[in-house]
């Protein structure tokens, strides 16, 4: 039970759960959080993936990707390419059981509910204006600042140990907030496709009531964007030797 596998299934199932959660409290109906806007989800969302980063490294991931456009770009950054599919696997796995989770937990509440979109954007994004070029471009950006932002956080030209103990989880806690308030309007800011992809198949799977379709014409793009924001950002990196 202590792998690098294990540890990014359980992370990202961490991740997804408190970042799906967020979303459901502020969407749903007779929740007691209903209505709390968006600074509350940005919040909620940085809170979980510092939480999904520490259960990772906790259970043997001291990487703690949680995300596939992670992998991407440290595996273009080193060359080392033979555990992508694996991290990919359990990544998605983990994003799938953190959106059932978050299925049972609001059980009572999803029937209350009767906007079937709103719904949906519990689990997953949607561009705000829909513009297939422009919303997979700005997960291009959005993914770039993540991981050229979480690379220099442990960079030797930042500091020359890295962070102290346990302040880099709150850095990238830090950066994922930073992203949601000033570039997450536009699509949601999936920036990782496991986050979106996962949840997306539970939506369509789930026996949610009143629930609509999955918006399965714009599912590639939270997951193209981010692979090719993490592919150029893997670039970057390695040419800057950070």
Known sequence: MHSVWFGEWIGTLVLVLLGNGVCAGVTLRKSYAADAGWMVVTTGWALAVLCGVLVAQAF???G???NPAITLASAVSSGDYSHMLGLWLAQLLGGMCGAALTVVHYGPHWKLTPDAGAKLGIFCTNGAVRSPVFNFLGEV???M???VVAGSISSHGVSATGPAAGVGQWLVASLVWGIGLSLGGTTGYAIN???DLGPRLIHALAPIPGKGGSNWSYAAIPVAGPLVGGVLAGVLLR???V
């Open 60 to 62: 043997g991931s001291p």
């Open 64 to 66: 703690a990707n949680l």
């Open 141 to 143: 950006i959005g993914t």
């Open 145 to 147: 600042v993540l991981v």
């Open 239 to 241: 040419l800057a030797h």
């Open 193 to 195: 496709p496991a986050r």
